[in-house]
C-alpha cells in the first residue's frame, strides 16, 4: 500500500486534519516514534488533560447508550453489526451489563463510552472490553487518551488484556499498536484463548494481546 493510500485511508476512519491536535500522522503510520514521546505531545497539544472527564454509566444513560450503540459509525467495526432492540437491549442491560465496569468518558464536547470486564478462558484469566463514541468518529488523540486510561485503570487487575481489531480499521489498530499492544502468535497460547473467546476468522481480525 503506497504511503498515500495509508494516509488518504487513516484519514477516512479517522477523520482527523492534517492540522488537527497535534496529530503526527507519518509516524504513527510508519512506526517511526518514540511511544512516550509521542503520546504525550498529542494529549498535550489539544489539552485533553485538563478536560478529560469520568463517570460511572448509570440508568440515566440506559436509552442514549443504546442509540449511541446502533448508530451506523460504530455498529461499521463490532463483531456484532446488528441493530439491537429496545427490549433486548433492556433485558441486556437488567443482566450482561451489570457483570462488567462501565464509564462515560468526556473530553471537550465528545463522550465515549468504555467498559472492560475479567473473564476466564482454560483456567486463564483475562481482560476484555471495548468502547463506541456518542456522536461522529472521534479524533485520534481522544480514542489514545480514553485507552490509555482503560489500560492504567485496568492494572490493578494484574490480568492480561485480549482484543480483536478489523484488519480494515487501521486507525484502531495503529493506535492500539502505538499503546503497546501486539499481534498474538499463532503457536501462542493467548492466540488459542483469544480465536476461541471471539469466535472470529483470522482472514478478517487481528488477534492482540496487551
Given amino acids: 500500500m503506497s504511503p498515500e493510500l495509508k494516509e ?11 492540522n488537527g491536535k497535534g496529530l503526527i500522522l507519518k509516524e504513527i503510520l510508519d512506526f517511526k516514534y518514540n511511544k512516550k514521546k509521542l503520546i504525550k505531545k498529542i494529549t498535550t497539544k489539544s489539552k485533553i488533560n485538563n478536560n478529560f472527564k469520568v463517570s ?29 432492540s429496545n427490549l433486548e437491549h ?5 443482566n450482561d451489563f451489570q457483570n462488567r465496569e462501565n464509564f462515560n468518558i468526556s473530553i471537550e464536547d465528545r463522550k ?13 484469566k483475562y481482560l476484555v472490553g471495548g468502547w ?3 456522536g461522529a468518529d472521534i479524533p485520534i488523540n481522544y480514542k489514545i487518551a480514553t485507552i490509555k486510561w482503560q489500560l492504567e485503570y485496568t ?6 488484556w485480549i482484543a480483536v481489531i478489523k484488519k480494515n480499521n487501521i486507525a484502531t489498530f495503529k493506535t492500539n499498536t502505538l499503546l503497546g499492544w ?15 473467546y471471539f469466535n472470529v476468522s483470522t482472514k478478517l481480525y487481528y488477534l492482540m494481546h496487551y
Wanted: charged content about 35%.
Fill in 112 to 124: 465515549i463510552f468504555v467498559w472492560h470486564k475479567l473473564i476466564k478462558i482454560n483456567d486463564n
Fill in 90 to 94: 433492556y433485558n441486556w442491560w437488567l
Fill in 155 to 160: 492494572k490493578k487487575y494484574k490480568a492480561r
Fill in 132 to 134: 463506541f463514541s456518542s
Fill in 8 to 18: 488518504k485511508m487513516f484519514f477516512k476512519n479517522s477523520q482527523v486534519t492534517k
Fill in 182 to 196: 501486539k499481534k498474538s502468535s499463532k503457536n501462542d497460547r493467548i492466540f488459542k484463548d483469544t480465536k476461541l
Fill in 56 to 84: 460511572k454509566t448509570s440508568i440515566q444513560d440506559i436509552n442514549n447508550y443504546l442509540y449511541c450503540r446502533n448508530k451506523k459509525i460504530n455498529r461499521k467495526y463490532m463483531i456484532n453489526k446488528k441493530e439491537i
